[in-house]
């Protein structure tokens, strides 16, 4: 039957549906494979991605140790005096301060000018402070008083300059922004600038003097209000004078919160990590709500590293610390970590130098067990990696099976399309006899 286009329209049979029964229960077994095979491995590598997030923060917690050492808090009985501040490693101990004078800055006043924009005259103004100096030249035509004062302002030394009126004149106000004799200013004029710019010829309205304290009753002198060489490693801000023999005490301490805080940081990302696990790795054979990794052997090999981490000797000198539960890091039953903040403070007390020594040799081995893990090359990558490379297989197969699928319908389609124009043969034929038959059985009848 060339003229049938319709599968089933020669026959009356739904052969469509037929087909694709067929196609669909070839496919079934192979894609619910495949499906299975998919959601397991997108399943892992979903679990695997919380373990290394995990695994890396614990790993940045744990390289914020390497080189650990005991930072110093440095306090002042009275701030609003003598404030403090430590850098590097100053001594520990206490000083008493005393602050006789504040350091002051310098400032010079012109004479009145009748017009700030007078004519000053053409010259060079020499300008000398600490060491250093500056000559800025003038011409008629760019020499009144806003000139000068600008070109001092854009000058390099620690000089600001300002015009204030004075009644119906103007004064050029020069100011020291360094204190201390080191600001002092000195100013000469030559050729034709006019004389007043001069710091002979101008008033001294504020003088410039040092800092005067003393540290443990030792006499000192200072420049600048901010003193930072005089105890190593501190800075003293000088805010105001003491009076009669008050004293202020500084005090330089260990600072063992800070070094807490970066151990509960540790401890905090290790607890976390504990916790990712336990998730991924958990048993319910009752719930039906097992982990994803159960029984992984990833996660079995990270858990047994982890479970000595705080009671394995590190190498360090003898008589030093040599386990981190020496600090007061311990783990309880459930794999959990915890800091005594108590035992650290004792131990900090007792040898200060074995601790840093302690923690710094506990972030470099631990570091290279995580590394060995969270790494670009470590075994979670790797496993990452095969789940990838198995997603990738997964796809290729689907689109075999789709092509394979596809093939399958074709023929199954010539099938029956041949079956139909069979099928409609024996219709038509049957059909014909039928009207022959009757034809006769009417003749019969006659």
Do not use: C, H, W
Request: glycine share 10%; no cysteine; hydrophobic share 40%.
């Amino acid at each position: 039957m060339a003229g049938i286009s319709s599968l089933g329209v020669g026959s009356g049979l739904d052969l469509n549906s037929l087909v694709t029964s067929l196609v669909r229960a070839e496919r079934s077994p192979t894609e619910s494979r495949l499906n299975r095979s998919q959601a397991a491995a997108e399943t892992q590598l979903s679990a695997l991605g919380r373990l290394r997030s995990a695994v890396g923060e614990l790993e940045t917690r744990i390289g914020g140790l390497s080189n650990f050492d005991v930072s110093r808090s440095a306090s002042s009985s009275a701030a609003n005096k003598v404030q403090v501040t430590a850098e590097g490693n100053p001594d520990l101990g206490s000083f008493s301060v005393r602050v006789s004078a504040l350091a002051s800055a310098q400032s010079l006043a012109t004479s009145a000018f009748a017009d700030v924009d007078q004519d000053l005259g053409s010259g060079s103004l020499l300008i000398e402070q600490g060491g250093e100096s500056v000559t800025l030249e003038f011409s008629p035509e760019r020499a009144t008083l806003a000139d000068v004062r600008d070109a001092i302002n854009a000058s390099d030394l620690d000089v600001q300059a300002v015009i204030v009126r004075d009644g119906d004149s103007s004064r050029l106000l020069l100011t020291s922004t360094a204190t201390g004799s080191a600001g002092e200013m000195t100013l000469s004029v030559t050729g034709g600038l006019d004389a007043r710019l001069a710091s002979s010829e101008m008033t001294e309205t504020a003088a410039a003097a040092n800092a005067s304290f003393s540290v443990n009753g030792l006499e000192l002198s200072s420049s600048s209000n901010q003193v930072e060489d005089v105890i190593p490693g501190l800075t003293l801000n000088l805010r105001q004078t003491t009076e009669g023999n008050e004293t202020v005490t500084v005090t330089v301490a260990q600072d063992r919160a800070g070094a807490g805080n970066k151990l509960e940081a540790m401890v905090k990302a290790y607890n976390g990590l504990v916790d990712t696990m336990k998730s991924l790795g958990r048993v319910d054979p009752e719930g039906g709500k097992s982990g994803p990794l159960v029984g992984d052997a990833t996660l079995r090999a990270l858990q047994g590293r982890l479970g000595g981490a705080f009671t394995t000797p590190q190498a360090v000198e003898p008589g030093q610390p040599t386990m981190m539960l020496d600090l007061g890091l311990s783990v309880d039953v459930e794999g959990r970590a915890s800091l005594n903040a108590s035992t650290l403070d004792e131990a900090l007390m007792a040898d200060e130098a074995g601790v840093e020594a302690l923690v710094s040799a506990f972030a470099t081995r631990f570091s290279a067990v995580i590394e060995g893990f969270a790494g670009s090359g470590g075994v979670i990558a790797s496993r990452t990696d095969g789940l990838t490379a198995q997603l990738r297989r997964v796809a290729d197969q689907r689109a075999s099976l789709d092509l394979r699928m596809e093939q399958v319908e074709t023929r199954l389609r010539t099938q029956f399309s041949a079956l139909d124009a069979t099928l409609a043969q024996f219709q038509n034929t049957s059909e014909f006899l039928g009207q022959q038959l009757a034809g006769l059985a009417d003749l019969n009848r006659r």
